[in-house]
């Protein structure tokens, strides 16, 4: 059978009877044996090719694209939206089925009326990677940019990212920004923007509010703060955790308060802490290293499995999330040992996610101690990764930086929440 | 006149179908979450204006949901999981038994719904079967489509600005099976939508019960756009709202007619916009009318050759008027005031002339006028402008529901089929030649069910049909497993005389207060004579069984209090003295007059015949 195009109209015979319809596009994942046609009614279905008589096709008409709107002026302060890919910043093209970015100005509008009023927005879309894609080199293009927005006048920055690791990545750009001139909020979305209860309208509002209207310079993530559509919750970027795999309010701050909250209906900030100030001129630290190592410990690790990750030649820092109050099994110690002999930096946080570590409680922690594990207090793991991988990127003493709070990732006390 | 049907039916899975709530659980607790759905502009288009309206100015929607029988899937917290399947596997059954070409692969499908009615914002559907046959009176009634789809959420409440939804239905596995339009009579459009329905109820692969069948009803006459019409419940509402709706069509194909008599077209309403007459109303508000409706704001359309138009009808409620007035309530408005209705307000007539003067309105004109928010105003006469604009043509395309009295009102236009987008969660699931092969279930005849059940619980055939059509089946035969000596006649009395009229005239059944009703008639303290009339009282007066038998004073007799009323009964006639030829029947008649309902009469028969007997003897 001829190759007929996809989104041609077409006209077929199954048995005696007659149908119309237009074939679409198939994923990576459907065989090559069916075709799948949209019918007259809406409906796709998918029928065996062999199975079916094609009576007519008409080839596609070409559709012309959407030109690309760049601007978007309005009253208020300038805050620029930077698109790095992700749920929040993608949209299904439903003639086509596949994911596009959908960052025009035009479409950020369409998608969030309320922010006609609120600011003057500008979109720049810097890549398109899905989160779990990002690499070091993303942090640091999306540094430059930031900083560069700062320096060109921009009072806020807006950062749609892809959930999985934007915490990973709001960390990143918290180090490497010293004294931001405004906020820098990161915001995804865990319902993708092509369907109405999605949640990138609501977080992307809260997002631009803060930016726009908190002058509280420092770094953010912006998500649902409960399953409800009106209260956004503002995290500080060294502070926060995706806790959970599809929900709204995946995100949380942990051993803290969220920073702040954001009503969404009444386009109002409520603080829970103290507002931020901008401290000194503003610098960029933009470089990361992938000499540092992040390793989960847990009963029955293999001593190949030590062997090759304490390993200087490899890394200059590892980051162990140790149990409890941040213990390993002794099993590990001469792995550990060796490679501190060796020069290499070992800290230690928690797998328990919240609390600190305590390296003086039991023997093991005391021995860990005494070998020259750093504890890292109540960093948490993904972010004491990202600050080994700055420190060591920007030639900083490991030692030195990495139990130093520089950004508010270390807490000196911990409230009960 | 061409009448279709879409039969909407739940699978008897027991769990939902993207997720593994069971929505037969009890819930031990519930919570509330609030959401806001949103469309973008380029979608709007295709949503209807007033629905797109709520959206656009952020209707609140709050959902209730229990922790037993909704998840994070309903609360569309979690993407939905594989489809169930069990009910994939009745959609395959149901498209071999109506002969339909099964599709080869299922491609679930976001039908968009901004109503709140799903948390998602869409309603998840599926083609399984398509071009089925179903014979029918000789006849071979084409099934379009056999669809797999989830059910809505149930609306709680509507109130100002916002819409409470529950979320137990959301989720569960529905079968849709939409018949081809076919030139039939209301009573033969009756008939199959039975025949159907019996059909489908016998293959024992769907629920039972209270709205686990929903039919809408697709009507149109000659020259006229279909109109669907949601909400017929009962298949008495089916004939009169088939009737009504020819009826009404055929109204608004006069309309058209006149229209076009008075010289109306397309052109007439190509610039027609709607006009603020506030100034009008401003300048007469001493008058007790435009003081009680007029606010802030006044909005007017003029409606080209409609003058008279809007009251004409052919059957009660069938006006374009409420049309009209349907679409304005959708908006929040209370109603509409119409040209032909305006003098029942008693606005006088300067206010009629500076309106007349102000719209233009020549000779055959009527107009249009709404109080009320100047943006809702704006856009609720822009929508009724559309819906005028579209009388030239006669009956048009859209969604009704229908009422209790058989009527029907307007709901909203239908929605295209470019509503329709792929549900990009699921996977195609691919259905085997091996799959199509295998899952068969055969056509039963509804004569042969009704006498096999008949005679399984010895009832007659009546009552047996009556039962296997009502909603009551499952109450029959747990009732019949659960009470051993509850006899099945008294059961099906209890739904036959009792049950079923009372659910015709509209009215919800608890079960939980007839169950203890039962339990006291298995311990003896009732009388099977007084079950039915108990359970009458209970449902006429609402009230629970211990005040039923409290307020109709039925109390059990003893055997000794019984002796002792025959005992005084006896002396009675004797003193009067009865002939002894009509001894039995005067004691018996005046002694059940006190105790009917107390006793069971076989008892009280009984204990007569001896007592005389005794009597005699001595």
Same mark, same amino acid.
């Given at each position: 059978?001829?190759?007929?195009?996809?989104?041609?109209?077409?006209?077929?015979?199954?048995?005696?009877?007659?149908?119309?319809?237009?074939?679409?596009? +198939?994923?990576?994942?459907?065989?090559?044996?069916?075709?799948?046609?949209?019918?007259?009614? =809406?409906y796709?279905?998918?029928?065996?090719?062999?199975?079916?008589?094609?009576?007519?096709?008409?080839?596609?008409?070409?559709?012309? &694209?959407?030109?690309?709107?760049?601007?978007?002026?309005?009253?208020?302060?300038?805050?620029?939206?930077?698109?790095?890919?992700?749920?929040?910043?993608?949209?299904?093209?439903? +003639?086509?089925?596949?994911?596009?970015?959908?960052?025009?100005?035009?479409?950020?509008?369409?998608?969030?009326?309320?922010?006609?009023?609120?600011?003057?927005?500008?979109?720049?879309?810097?890549?398109? &990677?899905?989160?779990?894609?990002?690499?070091?080199?993303?942090?640091?293009?999306?540094?430059?940019?930031?900083?560069?927005?700062?320096?060109? =006048?921009? &009072?806020?920055?807006?950062?749609?990212?892809?959930?999985?690791?934007?915490?990973?990545?709001?960390?990143?750009?918290?180090?490497?920004?010293?004294?931001?001139?405004?906020?820098?909020?990161?915001?995804?979305?865990?319902?993708?923007?092509?369907?109405?209860s999605?949640?990138?309208?609501?977080?992307?509002?809260?997002?631009?509010?803060?930016?726009?209207?908190?002058?509280?310079?420092?770094?953010?993530?912006?998500?649902?703060?409960?399953?409800?559509?009106?209260?956004?919750?503002?995290?500080?970027?060294?502070?926060?955790?995706?806790?959970?795999?599809?929900?709204?309010?995946?995100?949380?701050?942990?051993?803290?308060?969220?920073?702040?909250?954001?009503?969404?209906?009444?386009?109002?900030?409520?603080?829970?802490?103290?507002?931020?100030?901008?401290?000194?001129?503003?610098?960029?630290?933009?470089?990361?290293?992938?000499r540092?190592?992040?390793?989960?410990?847990?009963?029955?690790?293999?001593?190949?499995?030590?062997?090759?990750?304490?390993?200087?030649?490899?890394?200059?820092?590892?980051?162990? &999330?140790?149990?409890?109050?941040?213990?390993?099994? +002794?099993?590990?110690?001469?792995?550990?040992?060796?490679?501190?002999?060796?020069? =290499?930096?070992?800290?230690?946080?928690?797998?328990?996610?919240?609390?600190?570590? +305590?390296?003086?409680?039991?023997?093991?922690?005391?021995?860990?101690?005494?070998?020259?594990?750093?504890?890292?207090?109540?960093?948490?793991?993904?972010?004491?990764?990202?600050?080994?991988?700055?420190?060591?990127?920007?030639?900083?003493?490991?030692?030195?930086?990495?139990?130093?709070?520089?950004?508010?990732?270390?807490?000196?006390?911990?409230?009960?929440? | 006149?061409?009448?279709?049907?879409?039969?909407?039916?739940?699978?008897?899975?027991?769990?939902?179908?993207?997720?593994?709530? @069971?929505?037969?659980?009890?819930?031990?607790?519930?919570l509330?979450? /609030?959401?806001?759905?949103?469309? *973008?502009?380029?979608?709007?288009?295709?949503?209807?204006?007033?629905?797109?309206?709520e959206?656009?100015?952020?209707?609140?929607?709050?959902?209730?949901?229990?922790?037993?029988?909704?998840?994070?899937?309903?609360?569309?917290?979690?993407?939905?999981?594989?489809?169930?399947?069990?009910?994939?596997?009745?959609?395959?059954?149901?498209? @071999?038994?109506?002969?339909?070409?099964?599709?080869?692969?299922?491609?679930?499908?976001?039908?968009?719904?901004?109503?709140?009615?799903?948390?998602?914002?869409?309603?998840?559907?599926?083609?399984?079967?398509?071009?089925?046959?179903?014979?029918?009176?000789?006849?071979?009634?084409?099934?379009?489509?056999?669809?797999?789809?989830?059910?809505?959420?149930?609306?709680?409440?509507?109130?100002?600005?916002?819409?409470?939804?529950?979320?137990?239905?959301?989720?569960?596995?529905?079968?849709?099976?939409?018949?081809?339009?076919?030139e039939?009579?209301?009573?033969?459009?009756?008939?199959?939508?039975?025949?159907?329905?019996?059909?489908? !109820?016998?293959?024992?692969?769907?629920?039972?019960?209270?709205?686990?069948?929903?039919?809408?009803?697709?009507?149109?006459?000659?020259?006229?756009? #279909?109109?669907?019409?949601?909400?017929?419940?009962?298949?008495?509402?089916?004939?009169?709202?088939?009737?009504?709706?020819?009826?009404?069509?055929?109204?608004?194909?006069?309309?058209?007619?006149?229209?076009?008599?008075?010289?109306?077209?397309?052109?007439?309403?190509?610039?027609?916009?709607?006009?603020?007459?506030?100034?009008?109303?401003?300048?007469?508000?001493?008058?007790?009318?435009?003081?009680?409706?007029?606010?802030?704001?006044?909005?007017?359309?003029?409606?080209?050759?409609?003058?008279?138009?809007?009251?004409?009808?052919?059957?009660?409620? *069938?006006r374009?008027?409420?049309?009209?007035?349907?679409?304005?309530?959708?908006?929040?408005?209370?109603? #509409?005031?119409?040209?032909?209705?305006i003098?029942?307000?008693?606005?006088?007539?300067?206010?009629?002339?500076?309106l007349?003067?102000?719209?233009?309105?020549? $000779?055959?004109?009527?107009?249009?006028?709404?109080?009320?928010?100047?943006? !809702?105003?704006?856009?609720?006469?822009?929508?009724?402008?559309?819906?005028? /604009?579209?009388?030239?043509?006669?009956?048009?395309?859209?969604?009704?529901?229908?009422?209790?009295?058989?009527?029907?009102?307007?709901?909203?236009?239908?929605?295209?089929?470019?509503?329709m987008?792929p549900?990009?969660?699921?996977?195609?699931?691919?259905?085997?030649?091996?799959?199509?092969?295998?899952y068969m279930?055969?056509?039963k005849?509804?004569?042969?069910?009704?006498?096999?059940?008949?005679?399984?619980?010895?009832?007659?055939?009546?009552?047996?049909?009556?039962?296997?059509? *009502?909603?009551?089946?499952?109450?029959?035969?747990?009732?019949?497993? @659960?009470?051993?000596?509850?006899?099945?006649?008294?059961?099906?009395?209890?739904?036959?005389?009792?049950?079923?009229p009372?659910?015709?005239?509209?009215?919800?059944?608890?079960?939980?207060?007839?169950?203890?009703?039962?339990? $006291?008639?298995s311990?003896?303290?009732?009388?099977?004579?007084?079950?039915?009339?108990?359970?009458?009282?209970?449902l006429?007066?609402?009230? @629970?069984?211990?005040?039923?038998?409290?307020?109709?004073?039925? $109390?059990?007799?003893?055997?000794? $209090?019984?002796?002792?009323?025959?005992?005084? !009964?006896?002396?009675?006639?004797?003193q009067?003295?009865?002939e002894p030829? !009509?001894?039995?029947?005067?004691?018996?008649?005046?002694?059940m007059?006190?105790? /009917?309902?107390?006793?069971?009469?076989?008892?009280?028969?009984?204990?007569?015949?001896?007592?005389?007997?005794?009597?005699?003897?001595?």
């Amino acid at each position: 059978m001829e190759k007929i195009q996809e989104f041609s109209r077409i006209k077929f015979r199954i048995k005696d009877v007659v149908y119309e319809g237009i074939v679409m596009p +198939r994923t990576l994942y459907e065989d090559e044996d069916h075709f799948t046609v949209k019918l007259k009614n =809406g409906y796709n279905i998918g029928v065996e090719k062999s199975k079916i008589e094609i009576l007519e096709a008409e080839p596609p008409k070409i559709l012309s &694209e959407q030109p690309y709107e760049k601007g978007f002026e309005s009253a208020g302060p300038k805050i620029l939206i930077l698109g790095t890919g992700g749920t929040i910043s993608s949209k299904v093209d439903y +003639r086509t089925g596949a994911v596009k970015p959908a960052f025009t100005a035009s479409q950020i509008v369409d998608m969030v009326p309320e922010l006609k009023n609120l600011a003057s927005i500008s979109v720049k879309t810097i890549m398109n &990677e899905l989160s779990e894609n990002m690499q070091p080199l993303n942090w640091t293009l999306m540094a430059r940019e930031v900083y560069d927005a700062f320096k060109d =006048g921009y &009072e806020g920055v807006v950062i749609a990212h892809g959930t999985d690791t934007m915490h990973y990545s709001a960390s990143a750009i918290s180090f490497a920004i010293e004294n931001p001139s405004g906020p820098v909020v990161f915001v995804g979305s865990q319902r993708s923007s092509d369907r109405p209860s999605s949640d990138a309208a609501t977080n992307l509002l809260g997002a631009a509010i803060f930016a726009a209207k908190s002058h509280s310079p420092g770094v953010y993530v912006a998500m649902h703060a409960s399953m409800d559509d009106d209260l956004i919750a503002i995290h500080k970027g060294v502070k926060v955790r995706k806790n959970h795999t599809s929900r709204r309010d995946a995100f949380k701050s942990i051993n803290a308060k969220p920073f702040a909250y954001v009503d969404v209906k009444n386009l109002q900030i409520k603080f829970s802490e103290k507002k931020t100030e901008v401290e000194g001129p503003m610098n960029i630290y933009e470089k990361f290293s992938e000499r540092a190592a992040l390793l989960k410990f847990y009963p029955g690790i293999s001593e190949k499995l030590l062997s090759s990750v304490f390993n200087k030649e490899l890394f200059d820092a590892i980051t162990i &999330e140790g149990t409890g109050l941040g213990h390993v099994s +002794r099993k590990a110690f001469p792995y550990i040992k060796d490679y501190i002999n060796k020069g =290499g930096f070992v800290g230690m946080t928690s797998q328990c996610i919240w609390g600190s570590v +305590r390296l003086t409680v039991y023997e093991t922690g005391r021995d860990l101690l005494s070998m020259g594990v750093i504890p890292l207090e109540d960093m948490l793991s993904e972010v004491a990764l990202v600050k080994s991988m700055w420190v060591i990127g920007n030639g900083l003493d490991l030692k030195v930086t990495m139990p130093k709070n520089l950004r508010g990732e270390i807490s000196e006390r911990r409230e009960a929440l | 006149m061409k009448v279709g049907f879409e039969i909407h039916i739940q699978v008897n899975s027991g769990r939902k179908l993207f997720c593994n709530c @069971n929505p037969k659980n009890d819930d031990s607790s519930q919570l509330e979450f /609030r959401r806001r759905l949103r469309v *973008s502009t380029s979608e709007l288009g295709e949503i209807d204006p007033a629905a797109a309206f709520e959206i656009k100015k952020g209707l609140n929607i709050v959902y209730v949901s229990g922790d037993k029988t909704s998840c994070l899937v309903e609360a569309d917290e979690e993407p939905p999981h594989e489809p169930d399947p069990y009910s994939v596997e009745a959609a395959i059954k149901v498209s @071999n038994m109506l002969n339909s070409f099964i599709v080869d692969e299922i491609h679930f499908m976001r039908k968009i719904v901004v109503d709140g009615s799903n948390t998602s914002g869409f309603q998840r559907t599926a083609i399984i079967g398509l071009n089925g046959s179903y014979a029918f009176r000789g006849k071979n009634v084409r099934i379009q489509t056999i669809c797999l789809e989830e059910d809505a959420a149930r609306l709680l409440e509507k109130g100002e600005g916002y819409v409470k939804y529950e979320l137990k239905r959301l989720g569960i596995p529905l079968l849709e099976i939409t018949t081809e339009p076919l030139e039939i009579s209301p009573e033969e459009a009756k008939a199959l939508a039975e025949s159907l329905g019996r059909t489908l !109820k016998l293959t024992g692969l769907f629920a039972r019960g209270l709205g686990t069948i929903r039919q809408d009803v697709n009507v149109s006459v000659e020259g006229g756009g #279909i109109v669907e019409v949601k909400g017929v419940q009962k298949l008495e509402q089916i004939q009169k709202v088939i009737e009504f709706e020819e009826k009404r069509q055929n109204m608004l194909l006069e309309v058209a007619a006149k229209l076009k008599e008075r010289g109306i077209s397309e052109e007439s309403f190509a610039d027609l916009k709607p006009i603020e007459v506030s100034d009008v109303f401003k300048n007469h508000s001493n008058i007790p009318n435009v003081k009680r409706f007029f606010k802030d704001y006044a909005f007017a359309l003029k409606a080209p050759g409609l003058k008279g138009l809007f009251s004409y009808e052919t059957v009660p409620d *069938s006006r374009l008027g409420l049309d009209l007035a349907d679409i304005c309530r959708l908006f929040g408005f209370k109603g #509409i005031i119409h040209s032909d209705e305006i003098s029942k307000y008693d606005f006088g007539q300067d206010i009629l002339r500076e309106l007349e003067n102000k719209l233009g309105i020549s $000779e055959n004109d009527g107009f249009v006028l709404v109080f009320g928010d100047k943006e !809702k105003a704006v856009l609720c006469l822009q929508m009724v402008k559309e819906r005028l /604009r579209m009388a030239l043509k006669g009956p048009v395309a859209e969604t009704r529901y229908a009422t209790e009295k058989g009527t029907t009102r307007y709901l909203r236009p239908r929605p295209g089929a470019s509503r329709m987008y792929p549900e990009t969660d699921i996977p195609t699931i691919r259905i085997t030649q091996e799959m199509k092969d295998k899952y068969m279930v055969e056509i039963k005849s509804w004569e042969k069910a009704v006498e096999e059940f008949s005679s399984k619980h010895s009832i007659n055939k009546e009552m047996a049909e009556q039962i296997l059509d *009502s909603e009551f089946t499952d109450f029959f035969e747990n009732a019949v497993e @659960n009470y051993k000596n509850v006899p099945p006649t008294l059961l099906a009395s209890l739904i036959v005389q009792v049950f079923i009229p009372y659910q015709n005239s509209g009215k919800v059944i608890e079960y939980d207060e007839f169950l203890k009703l039962l339990d $006291e008639f298995s311990k003896g303290n009732i009388a099977k004579e007084a079950v039915i009339d108990v359970a009458r009282y209970m449902l006429e007066k609402g009230v @629970n069984l211990e005040s039923a038998l409290k307020e109709m004073n039925i $109390e059990k007799l003893s055997l000794e $209090e019984l002796r002792k009323i025959i005992k005084e !009964k006896i002396d009675e006639a004797l003193q009067e003295n009865v002939e002894p030829s !009509k001894l039995y029947g005067t004691v018996m008649g005046r002694v059940m007059s006190l105790v /009917r309902g107390k006793i069971e009469g076989k008892i009280v028969n009984e204990e007569v015949k001896k007592a005389l007997e005794n009597i005699n003897k001595a």
